[in-house]
């Protein structure tokens, strides 16, 4: 298939396709991912949804994978799992950089008006795969960088290594926050999510946009950038929505075009226990915690949305 170049028989060497999924490329650890957990927990997908404990239950804690690994006598969630463990954290991050490589995420960075703001709260940062480069192209930015303490940690030693001047000029600073539990720094221009809120069900997520809201001065604005999931019916309204569609005679959503975002349901379902959204889901989540959509920013694989807060 063109993945290797076989330069004589039997003989293979890389090329621009399998060097992106060398084990030590960040692509290469989204593959080690997809290819040795997502499947391992697919493995498990429909005795989890006859179980009378797991396929009842939104939580996290009912995730596939939670079932899986009880097998195998671990317990913990995700998050839980990789807290106290360093590599599994790294190689986490790791995969997330390659995710954002491979999806062209930071198409975001061009195509939000960052000129016209003056400050950035990047919640569940990470290592500041979004908020680096951020504050590289635009050093008028004021960014506060807000995830777990032990994410911090390592979102530091990045930005050091990646950003130095960023750290030395004060641009940017770092907040622990558990955006379950509290709310994030107050009074800022934008609160930012990439691959927030896709990681949890409606119940957190809406903890989490509430928690937002309570931070929120009248011209906030927060902006959640996940994959949204496209139907494959023409109704009415169809195509108003700031969303791309594909032309008769192909799948309005593109069909085989968006499969990763598909893809990216089944793991969040198989990790998480949670699910990627089509546009209507995000707005009411918003509408539920006083929020309104302002407007869609298409990037194909991703999208950015725009949310402000609701008159009343
Ligand atoms: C899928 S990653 C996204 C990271 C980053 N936004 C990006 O786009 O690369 C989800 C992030 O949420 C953070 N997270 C998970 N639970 C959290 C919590 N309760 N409070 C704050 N952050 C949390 C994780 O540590 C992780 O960095």
Request: with cysteine.
């Amino acid at each position: 298939m063109g993945c290797f170049k076989e330069v004589k028989r039997d003989v293979f060497a890389n090329n621009r396709l399998s060097l992106i999924l060398k084990s030590t490329s960040n692509t290469g650890y989204l593959a080690k991912f997809q290819t040795q957990s997502a499947p391992k927990y697919a493995g498990i997908l429909y005795e989890s949804m006859i179980d009378e404990e797991f396929s009842r239950s939104n939580e996290i804690d009912k995730a596939p994978r939670v079932l899986a690994f009880r097998k195998d006598g671990m317990k913990g969630n995700y998050w839980e799992a990789i807290k106290d463990n360093d590599e599994k954290r790294e190689e986490f991050h790791r995969a997330m950089l390659g995710q954002n490589e491979m999806t062209g995420g930071s198409a975001v960075l061009h195509h939000y008006p960052w000129d016209n703001i003056s400050s950035v709260v990047d919640i569940g940062c990470g290592i500041g795969t979004f908020s680096t480069p951020l504050a590289k192209m635009f050093p008028h930015l004021r960014i506060t960088d807000q995830d777990l303490p032990e994410v911090l940690v390592e979102a530091q030693g990045v930005w050091k290594k990646n950003a130095p001047e960023a750290l030395l000029d004060g641009r940017v600073e770092f907040v622990p926050l558990n955006f379950l539990e509290d709310a994030p720094v107050v009074g800022k221009d934008v609160y930012y999510l990439r691959h927030i809120i896709h990681d949890w069900h409606d119940h957190e997520a809406m903890t989490i946009l509430r928690n937002i809201r309570k931070a929120m001065r009248p011209n906030s604005r927060v902006l959640i950038h996940d994959c949204v999931l496209l139907r494959t019916v023409r109704e009415p309204g169809f195509g108003t929505d700031g969303l791309s569609t594909a032309p008769e005679p192909l799948l309005p959503n593109f069909g085989a075009g968006t499969h990763r975002a598909y893809q990216m349901d089944m793991t969040m379902w198989l990790v998480h226990n949670s699910k990627e959204r089509t546009l209507d889901e995000l707005k009411n989540l918003g509408a539920s915690v006083g929020l309104v959509l302002i407007q869609v920013y298409d990037l194909a694989e991703t999208m950015l949305m725009e949310f402000g807060i609701a008159q009343s």
